[in-house]
Structures are given as C-alpha cells and as structure tokens.
C-alpha cells in the first residue's frame, strides 16, 4: 500500500492562496468579494447618512442614490476593462500617468476645492472628483509598463530610481502633498513601494528609503500643527472632549456598543453627530454598531477573500507586466483598507483614508471598481490560454492521426469477400 507523505501546514495554506483548477476561480472570487463589498458599502451609506440629511433640502437619500449612481458608472468602467487585452492595457499606460498629473495640476488652479482642510478635489459647477484616486490606478499601470521594459536593469540603483520614483513619482508626492493629503501620499509610497518589490529591487533600498521616509514622516508630523494634535489625541494626550480626541473616542465607543451581533440595522446611535461624517473615513465604525463583530469579521474576509483571488492572478502570470500591475493594485486596495480599519480602531493615528468599497466617495468608488475591472482582463486571458492549452492537448498529434474510416458499402464487400 502506497501512503502520500503529509505535507507541511505551511505548504498546504501555499497551495490554497495559489489555487487550484481554473483560472475561472479566481476570476468570480475577485468578482464577487468586490460586488459583495460595494453593495454593503451602499447600505451604510444609507444608513450612515440617512438621518443627517434629515430635513436637508437633499433628502435623507441624497449620499445614497449619489453613490448608488457612482457605482453603476463603476461596474461599467469595470466591464469594459475587463473585456481589453493585455497589450491594449499596456498601451494606456503612459496617457493614464500622463492624465494623472494634468488633474492634479489642476488643483492648484481656481478649480482646485478644499474639504477638511485637504485640497485635493477638484470642483466644476456642482461636480467634484478627487484626481488623486486615478492617480493611484495610472500609477501602477503605468509603473508596470515602465518595469517591464525595464526588467534587467532594476537591480541597479538608478534604473530603480528613474522614473518610478523621480520625476514621475516624486511630482505626484509634490501635487498631492500640496494639498496636505498624507493619507494619499502614504497610499502612493506604498503602491511605488511594491512595484519597485515586483519588479527586483534589491532588499538594500528598501531599508534606504524606509530610513529617509520615516525621517520626513517625523518632519512632516513635527511642522504641521494638524498633524502634531492628531498623534496627541492618538496617544491619549486630549484635556477637553471637543479636541481631536472626540472623533476616535467615539468611533470606540461605536464599536465597543455593537457587541457581537450588533444593534441592528440602521439603529446606530454614534451617526447621531456624533461622529462627525460618520460616512467617509469612520464608516467602519457605523457597521461595527450596526453589525457587530460579525459585520466586520465579514467585511475583513470579503477583503481577504479579494486580496487571495488577486494574489492568484499575479502569482500564475508568467507576464512581467501583468505580476506588477496586478500587485500594485492589490497593495493599493489591500493595503488602504488595512490603514483605515487600524485608524479607525486605534491601533494608528487618525490619518483620512477612507475605506475601499464602503466608505461615501464616487471618485474612490468608480476608480477602485476600474482597478479590479484590470485584474479581471488579466484573469480573463489566463483562463482563454488555459482553454486554448487543453483544446490542443485534445487534438492527437498530426503523425499519430487515426486513419479514415471506410465508406459503409466497401465495409460490407470486405466482410463478404472473407466469408
């Protein structure tokens, strides 16, 4: 009797982040982890900004059918990338980047719009959009073009440096920074970070510009006064209740009351002003009363669920390209989302990022949605080769080919002739 060897737990959780089969796995479980957190996301926007807007010339509904529309433009920006193959992607990378920059410059016109103290939006008439959000998807798909091309060359310092992160990265830090957005930049960093990973940099770097970026994190916290009252309230340091503390204490105290179970739908006490625009970045907290600690624990998974269907996709490539864009995008969604629930449960200082899916936004909504309609294109031609691969496996080889058979009648004169 033969026995199969047991094989590690380790190796065993590998082998289920890979996947198994068909690339059509990977394919609906990115597909339907993000439709599953774009609806929830629309309901507690509803939920979230329902009783605010109460009395509002707006409507009680306004926030939502304004993200419920977002969303519609978003799954279809979503199908009909989808639907492209990788070389066109390829080719829209340098107009994307291109056009990345152009909107960010904009902000610095009499277009430019400040919400909260951040200037970063972009207003004509009544419409606003937030450029920064396609600056994240421009710059991993471009990015992936750039290190493509690129590939033998990254292991030297200036082809790393040049031009992922001067000029090209270094003017979209600038523009943003400008508008005082640090969550954004720390977003940027972490998308250039992980592309320049991808792509081979060596490990050397990395602990270089750690060094360099905690240093100007510090700089940055020390000379804003913003900043500085946020890592106060962060570390407890708050001596009346209308201080920055306010936020966070109560985004707890939203959470600590939802229990297990949570206290119902729409039955949330803290969105009662008490947390001020309880649907941006302190949505998570809303859910977590609403919800409990199952709402949450659901929510994390449909992330991970996301994160394990986009690491397949990357991990089966044998594209250069398609790895790099593909991990660009997975630590840009992954990688915010983990920002915002640490944010908004203590374990980081209030920084302003919102959370992917859930959080109100349209601009984050529609270009969050265009970053998994990318992957899908890339899931999609995997599993077209997959097919094309078994279709010729099936045909027999052309010099193995079984002869014709005859004709019925020269069968049966045959049969006769031997009898």
Known sequence: MVTTPHRPVWRRAWGFLEGQG????????????????????????LSSSSVENIGE????????????????VGFAVLFVLSRLGTDRLR???????????????????PLGHEVNGNQNWLKIGSFTAQPSEAAKLALALWAAVVLERKAKLVGQLKHSIVPVIFPVGAILLGLIMYGRDLGTAMVIMMIMAAVLFLAGTKLRYFLMAGGIGALGAVIMALTSANRAVRIQAWLGNCEFPTEPCYQPDHGMYALASGGWWGVGLGQ?????????????????T??????GLAGTLLVIGLFAGLAIGLFRVARRSTSLFVRICTGGILIWIIGQAFINIAMVTGLLPVIGVPLPFISYGGSALTFVLAGVGVVLAFAREQRQEEEAAADAA??????????????????RAGKKARS
């Open 91 to 109: 080719s829209l990378g340098w107009p994307a980047i291109l056009l990345a920059i152009f909107l960010l410059a904009l902000v610095l016109t």
């Open 394 to 411: 099936a045909v027999p080889a052309s010099g193995a080919a079984e002869p014709p058979t005859p004709p019925v009648g020269a069968a």
């Open 57 to 72: 010339s707006s409507g009680s509904y306004d926030l939502f059918i304004r993200q419920a529309m977002f969303a519609v």
């Open 268 to 284: 949330s006490r803290q969105k009662w002003s008490y947390i001020p625009e309880a649907e941006n970045d302190f949505i998570f």
């Open 286 to 291: 809303i859910l977590g009363e609403e919800l």
């Open 22 to 45: 068909s690339s059509r796995t990977s394919y609906f479980l990115i597909l339907g982890c993000a439709a599953a957190l774009t609806v929830i996301g629309l309901v507690m926007v």
